[in-house]
């Protein structure tokens, strides 16, 4: 009853199609065009030279001028309507050519030599000069130019070429079609420059959806060319049927057919185009001897009619029988090039025509063929189908056509092309038989029990010499039940008792299929090589699948695999229900919709007691969002993560997470934690590596450095060794961005010092190691750990394989930090360790700086002043003065500090460091009794402390003066309140703000 009511259904489908063309004989379809880019074109005559000059719109395209002795190029990226309104006046412009190409470019030719070319980007113009026109002698025009919107049509020489493809088949057909491909033409090529070419455009009506037509002809009417220029990618297809020329569009265009049959004549007796919803139909009455021919130039598809034998250019499209759930026949045509299927009917004879166009120019069917319920029409471009059998369907997929039967298989004598399949594949030898079906008919069928115990009483009562063939058969019957690990141990026994018999091909044979079926595929590749089986192309089929179970994300495996699902389809359910497991996601991978369908199929076929909801589920999700059926596909996919399937629910779980976080729908960290909780739910290496690659990439790009890494040494462990150090430059390069160019994202010091820890192997993969070193210490001293920057620090600085410039830098941080806690005489140590006369002078100034503060520590003053004597630098003058003032020479202090004042910028307030260096002058200077120019300072300076906090203090200092009042005691007290010169710590902690270590170190590398 239900494939009764299907079959209705189809009938009632038809009658539809045929009410819908008829009504469609009132009908006119209209079409928006698809909009493209334009650049303006202009022209100019100067004395020794031609200029063309383009303008774009916006941003400048790419493109490539090359050119010859007399002709120039210019090829744009992309698809462009190249507009002029004064080209007319360039006296070669009919020369001049303008053509879409077939991978989407935009050539413009010149008919001269280019001189030069350059750019002008701000006027937005590409400029050529070329040879002046006076240059070249007048020549016959050999093309049109439409003058407002460039189209050149331009008629090739036909090549005439002999088609060598051919699809073998034994149910060939000779036919008698106008295209001869069988006899050689002695006649000469039409040149293209023995034509007087005459070049016409017509419309019908005004509306811009009709087609453009150019027709070429010539003085002794030889040919006749019909060109159809299209805005967009269209597809054709073309055929020959009963004297009548079809050509067919997958785009719906009004065409004048009346002037078109008045342009050719004495070529066709009449054109009419048949209606149709979505596509342009027309069918063409040859005339006598009349042959056509088909080419493309761009997106203008060119049929040549000529009153001479041809051999058309084709290029055959291959015809493959394939084999789907219930091993139902179809025949699948690859091609990833074909069009909309276009539906129409025969007004002549009544029959239905399935066309399916092909977007690629040259590819067709150059012989027909002839099966039960329908024939393959032989074709000039595309493949045609005329059905005879009401339930007939030739539809698009992905990656080709299929014709099938509705709810069965075609009749195309499967027996034949299965023998024919297996002569070309197995290559079957005496001495083997075929791996996986070599057991009685209906044996893996019969109750499990009863089977296991008759084939074990076999062996029990079997002679010695014979229980290794019995056991063999029992291994059989094991791995046809899909029991590898039993099949396994029968096996293993057998080696073990007989190593005469454990080296027969068959042996290890079933022991691949054995491991195949516990998933050591490694070792089932091994079995498969053994002897002689490396000449049987079913066990080079069988270490694919074992690949393809390795390689999960190659593609490479797809092709063979596929060829082999004549053969597939003999073997036992269970082992085809895991050979077709791994046959879909090789061809989901692959982007093969078709195979993985049909392998669908046959798992749907199979009489399984297996629970195989959830990998239908998920694979069929595959497939639709291959076809494009989005929403289905999240159907699918929502159902695959509710199922009780660890792997496939996992599997569905990450791709809905990763979906969904890639749309927008999932947060970073909601995508996060779906990925942290799904490494505890499948452990299976492919979906573990392809896990953490997801979830290290989240956390990188939240700036968890952390995690990010953590996660890439667990991938590192899965990894191959020939991937691991690829990998390891990505954590290194982690590493630096957090070290060495301070991206440390959300991390603290104290988690730096943490991942610094943990990680502390990458660091001399690092050409920056030293660098790396240092500036963690210095995070480290930045927010007072200074015992961990010490620690840190002491393990390095007597290393003698650090270069001497870093080992001084570290030297420098040692004793830094030992000033910090008092500790002077370290200090001067870890500098006299790291000393070295080759430093560079940025280094030593440094060093010289902290070493004068150490000997200030252990009171050495003379000795630091005698160390910075020479030193100019600030840091130095700071250093001196501090000491001035600690050895009471006033006057010194005064100069040195006075050195140090800065001003704020007009408009802005003083600073509390402006101020206290000030205060600080003063102070030296009443100590040193220069009030004279302590009068002066108050005059200068006391409008920037009117609204400071610090004016009382300086007011106090200088205001006595003027008064000509001093008390000695009370000052002294006072210049002890205010004393503001600060630890050395603060110079050091804004050197590290300035970077200057950093400086001084990045200048040795």
Not at 408 to 420: A, Y
Not at 672 to 690: A, C, P, T
Not at 961 to 978: A, C, G, P, S
Request: charged share 25%; net charge neutral.
């Amino acid at each position: 009853m239900y494939k009764e009511a299907k079959r209705n259904k189809f009938f009632l489908m038809k009658r539809f199609f045929i009410s819908l063309f008829v009504l469609c004989l009132f009908t006119a379809t209209t079409h928006a065009k698809t909009a493209k880019n334009d650049i303006e074109l202009t022209f100019g005559i100067h004395n020794d030279f031609d200029r063309f000059v383009f303008k774009y719109p916006e941003n400048k395209p790419n493109y490539q001028i090359t050119t010859l002795n007399n002709s120039t190029s210019i090829v744009f990226d992309g698809e462009f309507d190249i507009k002029s309104r004064d080209l007319i006046n360039y006296p070669r412009h009919k020369f001049i050519r303008n053509e879409l190409l077939d991978n989407g470019q935009t050539r413009f030719i010149i008919p001269a030599g280019k001189l030069k070319s350059f750019e002008m980007n701000d006027e937005k113009k590409i400029v050529i000069d070329v040879q002046s026109h006076q240059r070249f002698e007048k020549t016959p025009p050999t093309t049109s130019f439409v003058i407002n919107e460039i189209k050149v049509i331009e008629k090739k020489p036909q090549q005439i070429t002999e088609a060598k493809e051919t699809i073998e088949s034994s149910q060939e057909i000779e036919q008698k079609p106008a295209l001869s491909t069988e006899q050689e033409v002695t006649t000469e090529p039409i040149s293209h420059e023995n034509l007087d070419v005459k070049i016409e455009s017509y419309e019908n009506g005004r509306s811009d959806n009709n087609a453009l037509i150019g027709f070429l002809g010539n003085k002794n009417r030889k040919s006749v060319s019909l060109s159809f220029s299209w805005s967009d990618r269209v597809s054709m297809a073309a055929f020959v049927k009963n004297d009548y020329l079809w050509l067919a569009f997958d785009k719906a265009k009004s065409i004048n057919t009346q002037e078109i049959a008045d342009l050719t004549k004495g070529f066709l007796y009449d054109i009419v185009q048949l209606p149709h919803p979505t596509a342009t139909v027309l069918r063409l009455k040859l005339r006598e001897n009349i042959y056509p021919s088909v080419r493309k130039e761009g997106l203008l598809w060119v049929v040549d009619l000529f009153n001479q034998e041809i051999k058309p250019k084709i290029r055959n499209l291959e015809m493959q029988i394939s084999y789907a759930a219930k091993n139902h026949a179809y025949l699948f045509v690859p091609t990833n090039n074909a069009g909309d299927v276009i539906m129409t009917f025969d007004p002549e004879t009544g029959d239905i025509l399935m066309m399916a166009p092909i977007f690629m120019p040259y590819i067709g069917v150059s012989k027909a063929y002839r099966y039960p319920e329908f024939d393959v029409l032989r074709s000039l471009q595309g493949f045609v189908v005329e059905p005879f059998a009401d339930d007939i369907l030739l539809t698009r997929n992905n990656s080709g056509l299929t014709i099938k039967a509705i709810d069965r298989g075609l009749n195309v004598s499967p027996n034949i092309d299965l023998l024919k399949k297996q002569t070309s594949l197995l290559q079957q030898k005496d001495w083997i038989k075929k791996l996986a079906d070599d057991l009685p008919i209906g044996l893996t069928y019969e109750n499990y029990l009863t089977t296991t115990a008759e084939l074990m009483d076999k062996i029990t009562r079997a002679s010695e010499e014979e229980k290794n063939a019995r056991r063999l058969e029992l291994a059989k019957f094991y791995n046809a039940k899909g029991l590898g690990t039993e099949a396994m141990g029968i096996l293993q026994e057998i080696i073990k008792s007989d190593s005469k018999f454990a080296a027969r091909e068959d042996v290890h044979g079933q022991l691949g299929i054995a491991y195949f079926l516990t998933q050591r595929y490694e070792d089932a590749i091994q079995e498969f090589s053994f002897g002689k089986l490396s000449e049987l192309n079913e066990a080079h089929f069988w270490k694919t699948l074992c690949l393809a179970a390795l390689e999960p994300d190659a593609k490479q495996h797809n092709k063979l695999i596929a060829s082999f699902t004549p053969v597939i389809r003999e073997y036992p359910d269970e082992l085809r229900l895991h050979v077709a497991m791994i046959g879909v996601e090789a061809a989901v991978t692959a982007g093969d919709d078709v195979t993985a369908q049909t392998f669908i199929d046959i798992i749907q076929s199979l009489n399984t007691k297996r629970k195989i909801g959830a990998f239908l589920d998920y694979w069929s999700f595959e497939i639709l969002s291959i076809q494009g059926y989005s929403q289905t596909a999240m159907l699918r996919l929502k159902s695959a993560t509710l199922s009780t399937s660890s792997k496939y629910s996992a599997y569905a779980r990450k791709k809905l997470i990763m979906l969904d976080y890639k749309s927008g729908k999932a947060t970073k960290l909601e995508a996060i934690n779906e990925l942290e909780r799904l490494k505890y739910v499948w452990g299976e290496r492919s979906f573990r590596i392809s896990l953490l690659e997801d979830l290290y990439d989240i956390y990188i790009s939240t700036g968890d450095y952390y995690n990010a890494l953590e996660n890439m040494k667990s991938l590192r462990a899965l990894y191959p060794d020939d991937q691991k150090d690829r990998l390891t430059l990505q954590m290194v390069s982690i590493f630096e961005n957090i070290f060495i160019n301070n991206n440390a994202g959300n991390l603290t010091p104290i988690q730096a010092l943490a991942l610094f820890n943990d990680f502390e192997w990458l660091t001399p993969q690092s050409e920056y190691y030293n660098q790396i070193i240092i500036n963690l210490s210095d995070r480290l001293v930045s927010v007072d750990l200074l015992a961990r920057a010490d620690n840190l620090l002491r393990k390095y600085v007597g290393d003698k394989n650090i270069p001497v410039q870093d080992r001084a830098l570290i030297g420098a941080r040692l004793a830094l930090i030992n000033i910090f806690n008092g500790q002077y005489n370290d200090a001067l140590r870890f500098l006299d360790m790291t000393q070295d006369d080759s430093l560079s002078e940025l280094i030593s100034s440094q060093r010289r700086i902290i070493r004068a503060k150490a000997l200030i520590g252990t009171e050495k003053y003379n000795e630091a002043i005698e160390l910075l004597e020479a030193d100019k630098s600030h840091n130095a003058e700071v250093i001196k003065t501090d000491l001035y003032w600690r050895t009471g020479q006033w006057s010194l202090a005064a100069d040195g500090l006075k050195k140090l004042i800065t001003l704020p910028k007009e408009g802005e307030k003083m600073t509390d460091g402006q101020a206290s260096t000030i205060i600080d002058w003063v102070t030296a200077l009443r100590k040193a009794k220069k009030d004279s120019v302590v009068v002066l300072a108050r005059h200068k300076f006391l409008p920037y402390f009117k609204e400071s906090k610090y004016y009382s203090a300086f007011n106090i200092l200088t205001n006595s003066v003027e008064e000509n009042e001093i008390d000695i005691k009370n000052l002294n007290n006072f210049i002890k309140d205010v004393d503001k010169f600060r630890d050395f710590a603060r110079t050091y902690n804004e050197a590290l703000g300035s970077n200057s270590y950093i400086e001084a170190g990045t200048e040795t590398k």
